[in-house]
Structures are given as C-alpha cells and as structure tokens.
C-alpha cells in the first residue's frame, strides 16, 4: 500500500510500520491517524504479514497528536446548533479511538519498539499494542493534562490496567516525564535495551520468534488475552473452549507434533 505518513515494508513474515514524519517529531496528523488503520487493515488481511512492529523514524518514537489538528477541531464541527456541534465533535473523538482500536482488533501480534520520546498521543497507541520495548534514552509522558485536557483515545482505558491504577494516575495527573529503566520498572514495557540500535535487534528477534509460530494459534491467543481482560475468568473460560472446538484439530497441531517427533522446524501455512 501508498502511504504519506508510514512506511511499511515486509521482511519474511515481519512488517515494520514506521511513523514517518521525521522532520515533525512524528507528530500524529490528521493523514497518519488514517493511515495508521489503513495499515492495521493490511496486516490483518495480508496472509504473509504474521507480526507488526510499530516504530518511529528520526530522532523521537512520535511528540503526539499534530497541534494542527487540534487547531483544526472548531472548523469541522462548526454548526449553527449547538447540540449539533457537540455531536459532531463526539463522533471525532470516537473516530480517532477507532484507529487505535484497529491495533487491538488486528489478528496478528503489534509489537512497539520505542525510542526517543513518546507523548500524548504515542502513549495512547503504544498502550494498543501488544507488547511495548524501549530504549534506555526512551522517555513517555501522558502530556494532554499539561494542554488542558483530559485523554480522550485510549490511555486512561488501557494503561490501568498495564502498570496499576494509582501509578496511571500520577501520571495522568502530574504529565511527568518517565525514562526506559522506570518504564520497565512499572511494567509500561516489557524490556529496556540499552540504546536504540540493540532495541531494534531486541525486538526483530522476538517478531521472528513469534512468526515462527502457529499463525493460527497466535491468533487465539490475541483474541483470548484481550477477551480476557474485559470479561471474567468464567466467560474467557467459555470462550476459548468454544474457539478451540473450532480451531484446535488444525493442520498446525498436526505439523508442530510431526516436526517434533522428527526433530525438525515446524513450517505454517500463513
């Protein structure tokens, strides 16, 4: 697919999503917001495409929402109704939770590798991934207390539940700047890599582990965690006996015994 704003490229069975707007921070615009779901959408649907990695170009991981968009706001809900405009702002802010949301609705694994600084709205879309990796120099900031708002597209949903409910809010509360090492001290990502270039190897390594795998089996478990963490153990319980009625007598199962029993590397079908 064309992009403005991402370059995506295939490498085996890994896909790199990289913002990039280098000359802007990366900053989130209108465009990216857009393509960043265009290009969920191409890694669900492309058979060879089995793990995203999502990263930054240039010096930061992105600064967040574009300013421009936000100044943009008044112009596109203009209405001489007032119920009107709050309408068609609310359905805005639904839209750009929606981009984020495709990350999560994506069936194949988005890993995030983080570097530089990554604010306000980078928060909210790493948060949507399945897993995050930084780099020592990394920094995170829920920045949008800091412009007078409150976060409206995903962090104050997700990020609870990944490092704890009283350290969200310090963070949401106070906008404070936290490096790679506290990051993976509260569990924001799951490793810290010395530089940048030793997190891009980190991260390459874990995708290729992961595309190795039963393309179908990693798809059940995307779908279970996430079902998972909004449902009690009782439905995730139903639901994965239901999914695995369905899906476990696959030819996958088959291949991973075969392969083991010949002590050789299992090969899936995409």
């Known amino acids: 697919m064309e992009f403005s704003t991402l370059d995506v490229t295939l490498d085996g069975n890994v896909a790199t999503i990289a913002l990039n707007r280098p000359d802007k921070a990366n900053a989130m615009s209108e465009p990216m917001w857009y393509e960043i779901e265009q290009a969920m959408q191409w890694l ?23 300013l421009a968009l936000l100044m943009g706001v008044p112009a596109k809900i203009e209405d001489e109704d007032e119920a009107r ?4 702002l609310r359905r805005l802010i639904l839209r ?5 949301s495709s990350v999560e609705r994506c069936r194949k694994p988005v890993l995030a590798a983080i570097h530089g600084a990554c604010i306000g709205g980078g928060i909210d879309l790493v948060t949507a991934c399945d897993m ?6 990394a920094w995170f900031s829920v920045r949008e207390i800091d ?36 990051a993976k001290e509260m569990r924001l990502v799951n490793r810290c890599y010395e530089s940048a270039e030793a997190l891009h190897a980190g991260v390459m390594e ?3 582990s992961i595309a190795a795998k039963s393309p179908l089996a990693i798809r059940g478990c995307k779908e279970m965690i996430t079902y998972a963490r909004d449902h009690s153990v009782a439905d995730g319980l139903n639901y994965i006996a239901t999914w695995n009625s369905a899906m476990l007598m696959s030819k996958d199962l088959f291949e991973a015994g075969a392969a083991a029993m010949q002590k050789r590397e299992p090969v899936f079908k995409d």
């Open 96 to 100: 750009l939770q929606d981009t984020l």
């Open 206 to 208: 874990t995708a290729r």
């Open 147 to 182: 412009v007078g708002m409150t976060a409206d597209v995903g962090t104050l949903q997700r990020l609870p539940g990944l490092i704890g409910e009283g350290m969200a809010r310090e963070l949401a509360y106070t906008g404070r700047r936290v490096d790679g090492a506290e």
């Open 44 to 66: 669900d649907e492309t058979p060879e495409a089995r793990v995203g990695v999502l990263v930054g170009r240039g010096k930061y991981f992105t600064s967040g929402i574009d």
């Open 132 to 137: 995050r990796y930084c780099s020592a120099e």
């Open 85 to 88: 405009k709050r309408e068609k």
